[in-house]
């Protein structure tokens, strides 16, 4: 069944049910199925057609749902722009994935309003806005829904429609969008509930920004199944705590520095919470360090913790259960039974069973494909990143002779800050576009609290001088907060090849000495 007649008929099971919980507003299936139709018919009387794309740039609320699950039911691919961006980056995720429309609440206008001119296809009756005041030609949220029909619109959707087109950072400075098609929601949702013993009884912490492929997928799959979903705006680890012990929550998704924030909480403070409720916990979207595992089972006693590696170009590719958990420290798990996987050298040749090797996956013949296949509008990246069917991760692993997978390195040296995908490349655009800038070099460095953060290693031009601050403050301006250095280090040269390329192993080396996993 596809995703809007699902919806629909959760509204006619519970129609009182609480589907979503956000602050103290309280959202039933009715309310949230009724919305959702509203919104679609609504966008279409825009022009709006099945297969066009839709801009989202907002936090995470109660709206953002109705409008990905209209678009859904009108047919409609979901964009979801990360709101961390700077203007300039969002309109390349605009641009370049042909959105025809877009929404957007009142703290993000100040943004938008300096690249609307440029948005070549979004005409300027094709926005809407969430906030007091509404500009000129935009419209306002709440009269578009009402004005619109709650009828359902005669459209079944299919399993290779995409669903959203997520934008990963990319290697030579531009983002890339993955497109993620439905797939089988039934095995989606049965698959899950299997490993986790979910049912429509359970309620789920949303916790995730949901221009994440994470936190899409975390929500539309609980919604699907029929559960609750208590969604945080951002997350608070006293928050989430609270919320835990308020809502009876059964399952979350976290990224380590969620679950590293929670470590870092006074004992006391811990204490004071009931988190007996949760039977289930995912970390995921970055290696985690082993006593942080150790302290989330030990502090999460009723929980098992399930570990899963992939991306959103893939979905999910290996899975560690909670057995594994401390006996395996370093590991990703095992394949999944619908992934094949296989580590390569750069000539693409198998290495032998505990040799690194990049880590290449693909569905097994005959799986239901939910993950991407290619990057909307960019066939080289496409080709060189899906070769022969295969999905080149860039990601160095080993595996060990019960089949366990170990990632220790990252070949195209990608930095995972907080779970936010950083390419070096893309902040050492803006670095040598700073006047005062020779070389640079940039590159992650172990954090305590957010995996890796990030550092710039630069060489000045003869005679310029600069501060740490300055270098940081410039970065500022051009790109989103996670991608900006917390530290620089200046230097008189960087070390290079004979062919002048920069040696950032010989850079890192310092800072990941005598770590088992080098990041």
Known sequence: MDFGARLKQNAEDFPEKAAVIFKDRVTTYRELNERAARFANAITSLGIQPGDRVAVILKNRTEYLEIMYGLVKAGITLVPVNWRLAPQEMEYVINNSDSSAAVLSQEFLERISPIMKDLRNVASN????????????????ERFLSD???????RQGRSTDPFFIGYTSGTTGFPKGAVSPHG???????????????????VQLLTMPLFHANAITSSSRGHYGGQTIVMMERFEAEEALRLIEKHRITFSSMVPTMFNRLVNLPRETFQKYDVSSVKGLIQSSAPIIFSTKQWI??????????????????????????????KRPGSVGRALPTVE?????????????????????????????????????????????????????????RVDQDGFYYLVDRKFDMIISGGENVYPAEVEAVLYRHPKILEAAVIGIPDKDWGESVKAAI?????????EEEIIGYCRVHLAGYKVPRSVDFAEELPKTDTGKILKRLIKAPYWKDRDVRI
Do not use: C
Not at 126 to 141: E, S
Not at 148 to 154: F, K, M, N, V, Y
Not at 313 to 322: A, D, I, N
């Open 459 to 467: 060489v000045l031009k003869d005679g310029e001088t600069a501060t």
């Open 184 to 202: 089988n929601w039934d095995l989606k949702v049965m698959s899950l509930s299997a490993l986790f013993g979910l049912t429509e009884h359970d």
């Open 126 to 141: 094709r926005y809407v806005y969430l906030g007091g005041n509404p500009p000129p030609g935009m419209h306002a949220y």
């Open 297 to 326: 089972i030990e502090n999460f006693r009723n929980a098992g913790l399930h570990e899963f590696y992939g991306g959103t170009e893939v979905g999910v590719v290996t899975y560690l259960p909670p057995e594994e958990q401390l």
């Open 148 to 154: 619109a029909s709650d009828g359902e619109l005669e």
């Open 341 to 397: 996987i296989k580590l390569v050298d750069d000539q693409g040749n198998e290495v032998k069973r505990g040799e690194i090797g990049e880590l290449i996956s693909r569905p097994m013949r005959g799986a239901p494909v939910d993950r991407a296949r290619q990057y909307y509008r960019d066939e080289e990246s496409s080709e060189r990143s899906f070769k022969g069917g295969w999905f080149h991760s860039g990601d160095m692993a």
